[in-house]
C-alpha cells in the first residue's frame, strides 16, 4: 500500500515527487535489512534463557566450617538415624556413591565401609575448611577408598557417567544455583544412578526445623523433574526427614 501511495504522489507532482519517492524508498530499505548476527544471536540466547527451568525459592546459607559441630552432635543417631537410612538404599558392594555437601565426612565414612574396598566413596564440599577436616577424619579412620574433591557452588566436579548413586543430606536445600548443580549430577550418573535428597519434611510443622532447611516431597519433584530426573519413591520412616529417590532417567 506505501508503494502505491508513493507512486501515486509521483505521477502527481511533477516538481520533485520522483525525488521524495527515492528518499522514502530508502528509509524503507534501511529499516528492512536483516538484522545483524550478533541481535539474532542474543533473541535466540533469550529465548533459550527463557525455556531453562527456573527456581525461584529462596536457598537457605551454607552452613559454615564453624558449625562443624553440629554435624557430629550425638543426637543426631536419634533424630536422623543415618545408619538405618543408608541401609534402606540397598547399596551394592563395589558401587561408586557421591557424597555431595559431605562436610567433615559424617555419612562419607559410613559409605565407605558399605561400598567396601572395591567401591569408593566421592566425598564433595565446596568449602576449603570442610575438606581439611573430612580428610582428618577420613585419615584418622584409615579410609583407602574415599576420594575427597572440593567443588563450586555451580559443579561438584565429578566425573561423567562414572557414579551409581549421589547422596545429598540436608545439602540440597542450600544450592545457590541448583539448576548448575543438578544438572552436572545428571550427568555424573551413570545410565540407571539414582540421586537420593535426604530433606527435612516442609509438610510437618512439628519438625523443629527452620522453614528456610526444609522442603516438601512436592517441592523437590517440581524442581528435579524438569531437569530430567525420574521420580522413584519417597521413604517416611525416619522421624524428621523424607528420604526422596530419583533415577537419572537417561
Not at 8 to 20: F, H, V
Not at 135 to 152: A, S
Not at 185 to 207: Q, S, T
Request: charged share 25%; glycine share 6%.
Amino acid at each position: 500500500m506505501r508503494v502505491l501511495q508513493l507512486a501515486a504522489n509521483d505521477a502527481s507532482d511533477p516538481n520533485g515527487g520522483t525525488k521524495d519517492c527515492l528518499r522514502a524508498h530508502s528509509r524503507d530499505w534501511r529499516h528492512s535489512r536483516p538484522l545483524p548476527m550478533a541481535l539474532v544471536f542474543l533473541a535466540f540466547s533469550l529465548i533459550a534463557l527463557a525455556q531453562q527451568p527456573q527456581v525461584r525459592r529462596q536457598p537457605a546459607p551454607v552452613m559454615g566450617a564453624a558449625g562443624a559441630d553440629w554435624l557430629t552432635r550425638p543426637e543426631r543417631i536419634q533424630e536422623e538415624e543415618p545408619d538405618r537410612m543408608l541401609a534402606s538404599l540397598e547399596i551394592q558392594p563395589g558401587s561408586v556413591v557421591a557424597d555431595i555437601g559431605a562436610g567433615v565426612g559424617y555419612h562419607a565414612w559410613r559409605l565407605s565401609r558399605i561400598v567396601g574396598p572395591a567401591g569408593r566413596v566421592i566425598a564433595e564440599d565446596i568449602q576449603e575448611e570442610m575438606i581439611r577436616m573430612l580428610k582428618q577424619n577420613i585419615e584418622k579412620q584409615g579410609l583407602q577408598n574415599v576420594d575427597m574433591v572440593l567443588g563450586t557452588p555451580t559443579d561438584p566436579k565429578l566425573p561423567q557417567s562414572a557414579v551409581d548413586l549421589v547422596l545429598m543430606v540436608d545439602v540440597y536445600h542450600e544450592f545457590s544455583d541448583p539448576v548448575a548443580m543438578m544438572t552436572k549430577i545428571r550427568r555424573a550418573l551413570k545410565p540407571g544412578g539414582r540421586v537420593v535428597l535426604v530433606e527435612f519434611r516442609k509438610e510437618d510443622p512439628k519438625v523443629p526445623i527452620q522453614p528456610l532447611h526444609k522442603m516438601s516431597i512436592q517441592d523437590v519433584r517440581s524442581e528435579l523433574e524438569p531437569l530430567g530426573f525420574k521420580f522413584q519413591k519417597v521413604l517416611t520412616f525416619l522421624p524428621w526427614q523424607h528420604v526422596i529417590i530419583f533415577t537419572a532417567g537417561k
